[in-house]
């Protein structure tokens, strides 16, 4: 994505309190994460309230309750070895 200089007044507190909580390196870095938070979160809650609006039907319900296969694919990891606790 394109990124672009640009100059914007801000609570230089609240930024070097996100900097600090995020590990961010820069004011660009702790910004643009939480501009993608802020995005991440507001799309989110469209889409739950998209949701509401029009709940499932029957149909689609019943699809919850066919029968899937698990398969991860790890048929040769023998999990107990590797996680076993020693004695």
Do not use: C, H
Request: glycine share 6%; aromatic share 4%.
């Amino acid at each position: 994505m394109a990124r672009e200089k640009v100059t914007v007044t801000l609570d230089r507190a609240k930024v070097r309190s996100a900097m600090a909580l995020s590990s961010s390196g820069s004011m660009s870095d702790a910004i643009d994460l939480a501009l993608d938070r802020f995005i991440g979160e507001a799309e989110l809650r469209r889409d739950i309230a998209a949701y509401v609006r029009q709940p499932i039907d029957d149909d689609e319900a019943l699809l919850g309750n066919l029968p899937v296969r698990l398969d991860l694919g790890d048929d040769g990891v023998d999990y107990e070895v590797l996680y076993m606790e020693p004695e």
